[in-house]
């Protein structure tokens, strides 16, 4: 079975400011997918950027990037010039590559973000 | 594109009832649905997985018959929470995958927040 890790549960971090939020998953599958997920107060999942293992080269959306080490099965995404619309819930996820299964959510991290 | 709708946004029922929540996809075939249980201040928790014509694969620990999972057409899955109690008070989501879609990227709904009185 799959596990996801997110150990903070809040973090806070000024508008124009750069934050990471960390993630670690384990599994013994070769093929799967990675993502971050935004729910904001409306509680619709939005999906913020997505990884796949086999790619070495980290993936990138606008000011949104995150840090995947493979062999670490760490998953961390880094959000640049945070906006006051930045501030939500954000869940990393594990999927399988064949993508048929559901996905495998970590607690998540409240990110607030100061004015 | 892609779009997952879900109905009720918001259901209030009395104990001992059951309700009904729709999932569906407005624009594109959904072979796959999955629902997913989220409660407050929690994380998303598989319940099952529902391939249209076949019967859902239900997640350990859900029990099947209090919750009913129907994928009937390709545009359309239902679950029924049967004989509800305040204990199935809980904001329910699906999302959706279909042929054509990019590869691996479930498409949610907006969610169904049950309180059961």
């Known amino acids: 079975a799959q596990t996801v890790t997110q150990s903070q549960p809040e973090m806070s971090v000024q508008e124009a400011e750069t934050v990471t939020l960390s993630c670690t998953y384990d599994t013994s599958e070769s093929d799967y997918y990675l993502f971050w997920y935004k729910q904001p107060p409306s509680r619709q999942m939005i999906l913020v950027i997505r990884q796949e293992a086999y790619k070495q080269q980290n993936a990138t959306e606008n000011r949104f990037s995150v840090n995947f080490q493979k062999a670490a099965k760490s998953f961390s995404l880094k959000i640049s010039d945070s906006q006051l619309g930045d501030a939500a819930m954000y869940f990393c996820?594990?999927?399988?590559?064949?993508?048929?299964?559901?996905?495998?959510f970590g607690k998540g991290t409240h990110l607030i973000i100061q004015p | 594109g892609a779009v997952v709708s879900q109905h009720p946004s918001w259901v209030i029922c009395k104990s001992g009832t059951s309700v009904k929540i729709e999932c569906r996809s407005l624009d594109f075939q959904a072979t796959t649905m999955f629902w997913y249980r989220q409660f407050p201040k929690q994380s998303l928790m598989l319940m099952a997985t529902?391939?249209?014509?076949?019967?859902?694969?239900?997640e350990q620990g859900v029990e099947k018959d209090k919750f009913l999972i129907n994928h009937a057409s390709l545009t359309l899955s239902t679950l029924t929470v049967t004989s509800a109690h305040p204990e199935d008070s809980s904001f329910y989501i699906c999302s959706a995958i279909g042929p054509g879609l990019a590869k691996n990227i479930q498409y949610f709904g907006a969610g169904t927040r049950l309180s059961v009185l």
């Open positions: 529902s391939n249209e014509g076949s019967k859902a694969t239900y």
């Open positions: 996820a594990w999927g399988s590559g064949g993508g048929a299964d559901g996905l495998t």
